[in-house]
């Protein structure tokens, strides 16, 4: 039984699939398995996954279109290891990536995902820009209540704590399904990322960060107008996740009530300080 599932959902991703796979199998950690799950694809990816001979991996095939929340429960269900890694099937898994993510997370048992930062790759294979979350427990938790604190295929997840509280992601969600199970696993544990950028985030036209943006940007709306909330009932709470957000229309007094209530519920965090000021700035 391996201690770490790496997760794979794919839908018509044929063109990149075999660099993504590879990029898994010949991790410095090796006690890993491979569980792919193909959403009724269309196009080569039955090609693709049909040549992969290892030892280590699993195919599943959707006989209908499920979406990727439920092909990821789907997979989730059938994952082995006591932790369970992600990744999108154009992107890039640097070697270590595995080794460095379970590292920081035996180091502290309240932490219970991590990610990495990215850089961009495009079409060509040319690298690019770097993008790095926030890190440490209350930054995460504030960077939360405005959109998600992770890159959802960088993340590595205590599985196990996953189950013990009866989480999974919300099938639901058309987009931003890890932002909204990132919030209710905070109920119970930590998060923190990594500041390597350790996957490679694949730039191209069909990424759905392109395709489907105000999609997106509704269903991010929706958990963090419920987290923010929690945190503070009475405050402007569009008001607020505007100015967190970067959005236009926002309101500076419900963002500062907003950041007192969270210190009167976290404690003062520098990181949180400084984050909320360059927000107050932009």
């Given at each position: 039984m391996a201690l770490v599932s790496v997760l794979l959902a794919v839908h018509n991703g044929a063109r990149f699939l075999a660099e993504a796979t590879e990029s898994m199998l010949h991790q410095t950690f090796q006690d890993l398995e491979l569980v792919l799950v193909d959403d009724a694809s269309t196009d080569d990816t039955p090609s693709v996954l049909a040549r992969i001979d290892d030892p280590r991996?699993?195919?599943?095939?959707n006989d209908g279109r499920l979406g990727l929340a439920a092909s990821l429960n789907r997979g989730?269900?059938?994952?082995?290891?006591?932790?369970?890694?992600?990744?999108?099937?154009?992107?890039?898994a640097l070697p270590q990536r595995v080794e460095l993510?379970?590292?920081?997370?035996?180091?502290?048992?309240?932490?219970?995902?991590?990610?990495?930062?990215?850089?961009?790759i495009h079409e060509s294979g040319r690298q690019g820009r770097t993008h790095v979350m926030p890190r440490g427990a209350r930054p995460l938790r504030w960077h939360a209540l405005f959109?998600?604190?992770?890159?959802?295929p960088t993340v590595l997840v205590d599985r196990e704590a996953l189950d013990r509280h009866?989480?999974?992601?919300?099938?639901?969600?058309d987009e931003s399904e890890d932002y909204e199970l990132w919030t209710r696993l905070f109920g119970f544990a930590d998060g923190d990322?990594?500041?390597?950028?350790?996957?490679?985030?694949?730039?191209?036209?069909?990424?759905?960060?392109?395709?489907?943006?105000?999609?997106?940007?509704?269903f991010q709306r929706r958990v963090a107008l419920r987290e923010i909330k929690r945190v503070a009932p009475s405050v402007d709470a569009d008001g607020a996740w505007r100015v967190g957000a970067g959005k236009d229309g926002g309101s500076r007094r419900a963002f500062l009530s907003l950041l007192r209530a969270f210190e009167r519920r976290n404690g003062p965090d520098r990181g949180v300080r400084m984050a909320a000021l360059r927000a107050l700035l932009t």
């Open positions: 991996v699993t195919v599943l095939r989730l269900d059938l994952a082995a290891g006591k932790y369970v890694a992600r990744l999108d099937a154009d992107d890039v993510q379970l590292e920081r997370m035996l180091e502290e048992p309240r932490v219970a995902v991590v990610g990495t930062a990215v850089r961009d959109s998600s604190p992770f890159f959802h009866g989480l999974r992601y919300d099938v639901s969600f990322n990594l500041r390597e950028a350790l996957v490679l985030k694949r730039v191209h036209a069909q990424q759905a960060s392109l395709r489907r943006g105000e999609v997106q940007e509704s």
